[in-house]
């Protein structure tokens, strides 16, 4: 079954292997714990308003020195880890890491007040807090899963293509390197602006459950890198140098026309947030419904489609599946499959959520006025 899907060379560690891939999650939770508590940060006020002084939550924001320091250690192979040990281990580390997040709900939900007509399986999944910050808030688990998420997302597509290079050598496959250079840019981005995450609604909707653990450490840290379990062990497409290069900058053109468009939504509206009369990137005037004490956004890219971010990312996704180059292989189109399947989805789910947070009325007018949800002029 293992050969058949093509990714027996991850199962090949030896047994004290194998265990310490299972509680390498647990050894990163913890450094990067302690790395984000003892390591400069700024301080800025949130989106979220904390319930016991009716003020914005305070973050400390260091992601971005976070990043780059573990970067460092693995690019050098800090401590005599190897830089393909990620990758060799990964399937090990989801085992674990699935474990270890099964506990830290537990703790989490467990110790937190039930919610008033909620099952507790609910509440394991979706967590009876919204926030949970310790040491005078120094410490957010929120931001700590966006840390530890996005920089090991980073370091397994840069392991999987240190491996790649070590089976293949000058028969590798430069889309492999395009795809770790792809996650880690990606990865640095979402540092640089990561007062915008602030903003999103993660942070400002979801309760602190397995979901969020989850999704937060292994899913996004090791799960998003799941076409390289099996593409990581195809060499070169063998394309010709004319196609390699039509290949190579049109993947490339669409993962930055993904990335724009994600981005500058998600920046237009944090821009809004913040100073709803300001025009974006000094262009841009903002329109907007008024519904109550609250506005809906309508200019710009948000007049576009209702989640035109989602847009951004499925092209971003589907930019990962062609990257590769071995088209009609199926692990190429694991994540535009799942980003596909997610964002269809949650755009159902945000539609309901901003039915009742704006109220019906203004909702139907910003449908009306914004007819498509998520790509212009098919859905």
């Given at each position: 079954?293992?050969?058949?899907?093509?990714?027996?060379?991850?199962f090949e560690l030896s047994r004290t292997e194998a265990?310490?891939?299972?509680?390498?999650?647990?050894?990163?939770f913890a450094v990067f714990a302690v790395a984000q508590l003892i390591l400069p940060a700024r301080r800025v006020p949130g989106y979220v308003i904390n319930p016991a002084t009716g003020e914005p939550r305070s973050y400390r924001l260091n992601g971005l020195i976070v990043f780059l320091i573990a970067l460092v250690v693995w690019a050098f192979e800090v401590g005599g880890m190897p830089r393909d040990w990620f990758y060799r281990s990964s399937v090990y580390a989801v085992a674990g890491g699935t474990v270890f997040t099964v506990l830290f709900t537990l703790v989490a939900v467990l110790t937190q007040p039930p919610r008033p007509g909620e099952r507790l399986i609910w509440d394991l999944w979706?967590?009876?807090?919204?926030?949970l910050s310790f040491f005078n808030e120094r410490f957010d688990v929120k931001m700590w899963f966006y840390v530890v998420g996005g920089t090991m997302l980073a370091l397994n597509a840069l392991s999987g293509a240190a491996w790649h290079y070590d089976q293949f050598g000058d028969d590798f496959n430069p889309g492999v390197f395009l795809y770790a250079a792809f996650f880690t840019f990606y990865v640095l981005d979402y540092f640089i602006?990561?007062?915008v995450q602030l903003y999103t609604y993660d942070l400002i909707h979801e309760g602190v459950g397995f979901k969020l653990f989850w999704g937060g450490l292994v899913v996004y840290g090791w799960l998003f890198i799941l076409p390289l379990w099996g593409m990581a062990a195809h060499p070169d497409p063998g394309f010709s140098t004319g196609w390699?290069?039509?290949?190579?900058?049109?993947?490339?053109?669409?993962?930055?026309?993904?990335?724009?468009?994600?981005?500058?939504?998600?920046?237009?509206k944090y821009t809004f947030k913040r100073w709803p009369e300001r025009r974006f990137l000094g262009l841009i005037e903002p329109e907007y419904i008024e519904a109550g004490d609250r506005k809906i956004l309508t200019s710009g890219l948000w007049g576009v489609?209702?989640?035109?971010?989602?847009?951004?990312?499925?092209?971003l996704s589907l930019s990962i599946a062609l990257v590769f180059g071995h088209f009609a292989n199926p692990w190429a189109w694991t994540y535009f499959v799942f980003i596909v399947t997610l964002f269809t989805w949650r755009q159902r789910s945000d539609d309901a959520f901003c039915a009742e947070k704006y109220g019906a009325e203004k909702w139907a007018e910003y449908q009306e006025r914004v007819p498509y949800r998520i790509m212009p002029g098919v859905y």
């Open positions: 079954m293992i050969d058949w899907l093509g990714i027996d060379h991850l265990i310490a891939g299972f509680f390498t999650p647990l050894a990163i979706t967590g009876r807090a919204q926030e602006f990561e007062r390699t290069y039509v290949w190579l900058i049109g993947v490339g053109s669409l993962f930055l026309l993904g990335w724009s468009i994600s981005r500058g939504a998600n920046l237009q489609a209702r989640h035109f971010n989602y847009m951004g990312e499925g092209f």
